[in-house]
């Protein structure tokens, strides 16, 4: 009877892995939007600014944000021109220190000179910061 017992325990550890396993992956959304480095949440904005547009296409932006303030905002690749990120990506610090509610409900100045862009960034770090508003423990 003790090596039924010990298999029946072995099964049971088993399950119960395998369940704590499931549990943990449920728990993370499994769609790369929100990753965690340390106390840092980075918010890659590619699905939730879908259709959010510059001038020559998609503006995605991550956003890392600790403690629930926006510590920094960084673009990624896209197909603007480089001048015009380059000035637009200015606005991007305006925001670092904001708590996520104040910088989702900020009215920041575009960058005069590359309006699109300027635009579309902003409307990126809103979504951005909507979907962590809804998405984040």
Do not use: F, W
Request: glycine share 8%; net charge positive; hydrophobic share 40%.
């Amino acid at each position: 009877a003790t090596a039924m017992n010990k298999g029946t325990i072995g099964m049971l550890m088993a399950v119960a892995a395998l369940l704590t396993v499931a549990l943990l992956i449920s728990a993370m959304p499994a769609d790369g939007i929100l990753t965690t480095r340390g106390d840092t949440t980075i918010v890659d904005t590619r699905l939730p600014g879908k259709g959010i547009e510059g001038y020559n296409g998609a503006t995605p932006v991550r956003i890392y944000i600790c403690k629930n303030k926006v510590v920094k905002i960084a673009t990624q690749p896209s197909q603007e021109t480089p001048k015009y990120m380059r000035m637009a990506r200015q606005l991007l610090t305006r925001y670092e220190g904001m708590t996520v509610t104040k910088a989702a409900k900020a009215e920041i100045d575009g960058v005069t000179g590359a309006t699109y862009t300027s635009e579309a960034l902003k409307k990126n770090v809103k979504a951005g910061l909507e979907y962590y508003k809804k998405h984040s423990k």
